[in-house]
Nanobody
Framework: QVQLVESGGGLVQAGGSLKLSCAAS????????MGWYRQAPGKQRELVAS???????NYADSVKGRFTISRDNGKNTVYLQMNSLKPEDTAVYYC??????????WGQGTQVTVSE
């Protein structure tokens, strides 16, 4: 059974940084496509960043140049380094593992709050 556990969220001032972690069990992050999503109150969940099993990364325009997705295969963990945070980055951040094309697993989410 695949389980994803996010951590690292919290309250930070605008301009600050946070690093989110997504620890996976039951499957390897190195052979699956991984992604970070976020959902702000009243808004739809949106893709923030993704990394394919072969290492190709993709970012939402709103976070390009500020966020970096990476993975540590030995720790079976995916990270999201978030720099220059803005109040509009406030959301619950979710980790997703995609097995094959259609099978998705989600973590429980971690809250990120950026104050003015």
């Amino acid at each position: 059974q695949v389980q994803l556990v996010e951590s690292g969220g919290g309250l930070v001032q605008a301009g600050g940084s946070l690093k989110l972690s997504c620890a996976a069990s039951g499957s390897s992050v190195s052979i699956n496509n991984m992604g970070w999503y976020r959902q702000a109150p009243g808004k739809q969940r949106e893709l923030v960043a993704s990394i394919t099993y072969y290492g190709s990364t993709n970012y939402a325009d709103s976070v390009k140049g500020r966020f970096t997705i990476s993975r540590d295969n030995g720790k079976n963990t995916v990270y999201l380094q978030m720099n220059s945070l803005k109040p509009e980055d406030t959301a619950v951040y979710y980790c997703r593992l995609t097995r094959g094309t259609f099978v998705n697993y989600w973590g429980q989410g971690t809250q990120v709050t950026v104050s003015e």
